[in-house]
Nanobody, 130 residues
Framework: QLQLVESGGGLVQPGGSLRLACSASGSSLLPYAIGWARQAPGKEREGLSCIGSNGDRLYYADSVKGRFTISRDNAKDTVYLQMNSLEAGDTAIYYC???????????????????????WGQGTQVTVSP
C-alpha cells in the first residue's frame, strides 16, 4: 500500500527558503500525480500544487504562485516543493498525497486536489518567524 512521507520542514525567517520532500514506502511515486497541501492552525486544508507523472504542473493557490515550485526527481523517486520568499502566513503543516484512483487518472493532476488526492502523509511543520 502506498504511504507517503514528508520531510524538510522547520523554522525559517521571513524571506527565507525551504525545500520539502515527499517520498514513498510500499510503492513507487512514478505512476502518480503528486500534490502538496497545507493546513494552518484554525484554517481548512488548502491545496497548493500538483505535478503529473509526466512533469506537468498545476498551482492551485494564488498565494504561492511565483514563490513555490513543485518538481520531481524520478531517479530519487521524490517530489519536492521549493518554497522561497517565505512569509508568516506560510506557517502550516504541509502534506503530500498521490492520485491513486481511478487508475486511469493516476498520472494526471486533478482540478480538486483535496477530494482527489489520497492518501495524505503525516505532514511536516513549517514555521516562518523572525
Amino acid at each position: 500500500q502506498l504511504q507517503l512521507v514528508e520531510s524538510g520542514g522547520g523554522l525559517v525567517q521571513p524571506g527565507g527558503s525551504l525545500r520539502l520532500a515527499c517520498s514513498a514506502s510500499g510503492s513507487s511515486l512514478l505512476p502518480y500525480a503528486i500534490g502538496w497541501a497545507r493546513q494552518a492552525p484554525g484554517k481548512e486544508r488548502e491545496g497548493l500544487s500538483c505535478i503529473g507523472s509526466n512533469g506537468d504542473r498545476l498551482y492551485y493557490a494564488d498565494s504561492v504562485k511565483g514563490r513555490f515550485t513543485i518538481s520531481r526527481d524520478n531517479a530519487k523517486d521524490t517530489v519536492y516543493l521549493q518554497m522561497n520568499s517565505l512569509e508568516a502566513g506560510d506557517t502550516a503543516i504541509y502534506y503530500c498525497a498521490a492520485r491513486t484512483s481511478p487508475m486511469s487518472d493516476r498520472p494526471w493532476c486533478p482540478s480538486n486536489p483535496l477530494n482527489d488526492l489520497h492518501p495524505w502523509g503525516q505532514g511536516t511543520q513549517v514555521t516562518v518567524s523572525p
